[in-house]
């Protein structure tokens, strides 16, 4: 069973910039999709950025792009995302989740994510003045 922990959220001012990480732990192969969603009060799940391991198909959503950009570090062990430029509609709990076997990215976009196998608990992130 993959387990997914997320950290770096907080609250910071309009304009200002938080980096999430999301430590990855158990089995998993080179076949898989991993990224982040994020779900604000009242509001539907949205998935903001993710990839494919495989063939590093990326996605990331309108209302982050050129914002928000995903990556890892070497041993693809932890993924994160850094959130320039903040907004207080990007104010949401953020979720990393993982499709351990397979490269399909649609859950990201919209379609019910059946495949994704874990979740993070979330991180809170906050963008007031």
């Known amino acids: 069973q993959v387990q997914l922990v997320e950290s770096g959220g907080g609250l910071v001012q309009p304009g200002g910039s938080l980096r999430l990480s999301c430590k990855v732990t158990?089995?998993?192969?080179?076949?898989?999709?991993i990224g982040w969603f994020r779900q604000a009060p009242g509001k539907e799940r949205e998935g903001v950025w993710c990839?494919?391991?495989?063939?590093?198909?990326?996605f990331d959503a309108k209302s982050v792009k050129g914002r928000f950009t995903m990556s890892s570090d070497e041993t693809k062990t932890t993924v994160y995302l850094q959130m320039n430029n903040l907004q207080p509609e990007d104010t949401a709990v953020y979720y990393c989740?993982?499709?351990?076997?397979?490269?399909?990215?649609?859950?990201?976009?919209?379609?019910?994510?059946?495949?994704?196998?874990?979740w993070g608990r979330g991180t809170q992130v906050t963008v007031s003045s």
């Open positions: 158990g089995k998993i192969t080179d076949y898989y999709a």
């Open positions: 989740a993982i499709d351990p076997s397979s490269v399909d990215l649609r859950p990201w976009v919209g379609f019910p994510p059946t495949r994704i196998s874990s």
């Open positions: 990839w494919s391991y495989n063939d590093g198909s990326t």
